[in-house]
């Protein structure tokens, strides 16, 4: 009986600490993928400037990152399609997919943004691969 509850709470221990890191993991990337130079060059000045927070619209990707993650004294906000609409002139990101195996990963996102009344998407697709515990972009396609 003790070597069950022994093998049982070994089992969670692993599972606790897989899950763990994959939180932090996915909040590095998400890093990376809000901070890429070549989608902030596209992303107009006042829209920046606008954004006291960083909108992501909770859909499409698993997201486990922790509820403190912040970029650049922003803090990241997971939103509903609902919070959303409240938050008119904001512009948010969209992640369809945020997959990590290993020590490689792909984001497809795209930020979404209002420019005289007509909704623009910047589509991105990110590859990144982790070395000496950091994660680095190795591809980025911009739409």
Known sequence: ?????????????????????QSES?????KQCVALQELQKKIPNEIKQSMKDILILNQGANFTFGQDLSIDDKSVLLISEQELINKKGNGYFVFDTLT????KATSIYKFVYLKDNKEIAVSVRLTLEKSANKWGIVNAIID
Do not use: H, P, R
């Open 1 to 21: 009986m003790k070597l069950k509850l022994l093998f049982i709470m070994s089992f969670f221990c692993v599972l606790y600490n897989t899950m763990n890191a």
């Open 26 to 30: 996915q909040g590095e990337i998400i």
């Open 100 to 103: 990590i195996e290993d020590s």
